[in-house]
């Protein structure tokens, strides 16, 4: 089992704090759930409804038939135990990576997570808990008429029909040669249906339950034909903790039997509204109520402040961490043993050759494997400080070298040592002429800690598109998170011009004698 080796309080707090991100909670075994009294279970907020999604009234509260699913687990695992206080709490990940969390920082995956023999191979599966069936969606005014018409080219060439990443919909997609058609992944079913409104795509395929969720506010979409490819939906915990799966297999044995599980169905139109759904006409489906732009900034402006604040964080506390270590590297590979010079080069470009989300990966979910578990906050700020660190290192080389060389001398017959010349005459010379392209440099890293959200930080990017996508109000929240991005970068901006205008002024690097 693995624990983080690194649950600081400083870092939970701040996590907390920021934007209700959880503390850092290993997968554990049923006594330490018990023991705890907390169920921790993974899901993607960003997929939508019916499964997980912010409340349109609350947005800091989640909801959906999962969310209530998870509650009741909770509660009938403490019950078997003679505890009815033990709750459910709610853990963020992307969709097609969330098995990756079981025996990180979930205890279980709930999130429409398909039954597949891979998964019964790699985790251990509960019994099924929901069936499910694939449906075929394409627009009121297209040609699309049946499953079928796929085997032959459409209007212009191949079909273009868009599915979840990594579901079940993109393998059986995928698996069908017989027809023609180019399937396309998306993080999330409603970018799906989005892209099929505007034509970019001809259909989209998804689980049944979700388009007849999204049924009236989708009123330009409609359904081809019935479900297909059925299947069913499972519980996902890992392998060394056989006395949890086995009190999750018994907790939904007793909800199917008291009809706990299907009263939970009704409540949110999961028995019987889809057939319906199917054979209204299509003017009988009211179009979702939009809220007013007031109650938009008034429910979704905090949430997006609070992660601007992880952006900051992720910025200011990566940023110092890079620049020390990209100077150590510059002095190193300039002035250092000839022996690690060599190891430093390899270091700059292994990091520059590779992209900053696969870097983020390996810390975050292979570390583990060798027994380093990290947090995903201090996951973050150290991948975003190894990644720049690469980047400072060849600005500070360039620094370095582009103080004239005697200066070096002169300081050495002064009676200083290589170090005391390095700290007291060149090294501050070259901080002052590299200080507009860092300041750059920072600024770009505002924009990159969107790439956290893979690892589960979510900042500003990652609740902007899932606020987006649960509102439907791409366009005036885009604008919002982009005037925040700007007034944190414009500052830093203004500051770089500064610096340049003071290393240009008399053509001296120094500025003013």
Not at 232 to 256: C, E, K, N, Q, W
């Amino acid at each position: 089992m693995i624990r983080s080796l690194l649950p600081t309080r400083l870092a939970r707090m701040a996590a907390v704090w920021l934007c209700g991100f959880a503390s850092v909670v290993p997968a554990a075994e049923l006594a330490e759930v018990l023991a705890r009294r907390e169920l921790v279970w993974a899901a993607d907020q960003e997929g939508g409804g019916p499964h997980v999604f912010p409340d349109p009234k609350n947005p800091e509260q989640l909801m959906g038939f999962e969310v209530d699913l998870a509650a009741m687990l909770a509660l009938e695992i403490g019950r078997a135990s003679g505890d009815q206080s033990v709750h459910s709490r709610f853990q963020q990940g992307q969709w097609d990576r969330l098995p990756l969390l079981v025996g990180r920082v979930a205890d279980c995956v709930l999130n429409g997570i398909e039954l597949t023999p891979e998964r019964q191979r790699d985790y251990h599966c509960s019994r099924p808990y929901f069936a499910y069936g694939l449906q075929l969606l394409t627009r009121r005014d297209g040609p699309l008429e049946s499953l079928e018409r796929l085997a032959s080219p459409g209007p212009t060439g191949r079909w273009k029909v868009g599915v979840l990443t990594g579901s079940a919909a993109e393998s059986v997609m995928q698996a069908r040669t017989d027809f023609q058609i180019d399937v396309i992944g998306y993080d999330g079913t409603i970018d799906c249906m989005e892209q099929v409104t505007s034509g970019v795509l001809d259909a989209t395929v998804l689980d049944d339950c979700i388009a007849s969720f999204y049924a009236d506010r989708f009123v330009h979409l409609r359904a081809v034909g019935r479900p297909f490819a059925s299947g069913f939906y499972t519980i996902l915990t890992a392998r060394d903790t056989p006395h949890l799966s086995a009190a999750i297999d018994v907790a939904l044995g007793r909800m199917i039997a008291d009809g706990g599980l299907e009263e939970l169905y009704d409540r949110w139109d999961l028995a019987g509204r889809q057939q319906i759904l199917l054979l209204r006409d299509a003017t009988e489906i009211p179009p979702s109520k939009q809220r007013s732009l007031l109650e938009l900034a008034r429910d979704s402006l905090p949430l997006l402040m609070a992660s601007a604040g992880m952006t900051v964080l992720l910025s200011c506390a990566a940023m110092p961490l890079a620049i020390a270590i990209g100077l150590s590297l510059a002095i190193g590979r300039l002035y250092g043993p000839l022996a690690l010079r060599p190891f430093m080069a390899g270091y700059v470009e292994l990091l520059r050759g590779t992209p900053l989300m696969l870097q983020l990966y390996a810390i975050f979910f292979l570390l583990p494997k060798i027994g380093l578990a990290l947090p995903a906050l201090v996951a973050a700020i150290a991948g975003l400080a190894l990644n720049y660190s690469a980047y400072e290192s060849e600005i500070y080389r360039a620094g370095l070298k582009a103080v004239p060389g005697g200066q070096f001398e002169a300081a050495l017959s002064l009676g200083m040592t290589k170090w005391q010349a390095l700290r007291h005459v060149i090294v501050p010379q070259a901080v002052r002429i590299v200080m507009p392209p860092v300041t750059n440099d920072f600024i770009a890293l505002f924009k990159d800690t969107s790439v956290c959200s893979v690892i589960t930080v979510i900042e500003l990017t990652k609740r902007y598109s899932v606020l987006a996508l649960s509102t439907g109000r791409i366009m005036e929240l885009a604008i919002v998170t982009a005037l925040l991005y700007l007034a944190m970068s414009w500052p830093l901006s203004l500051l770089s011009h500064w610096f340049e205008h003071r290393l240009t002024q008399r053509g001296s690097p120094f500025g003013k004698a």
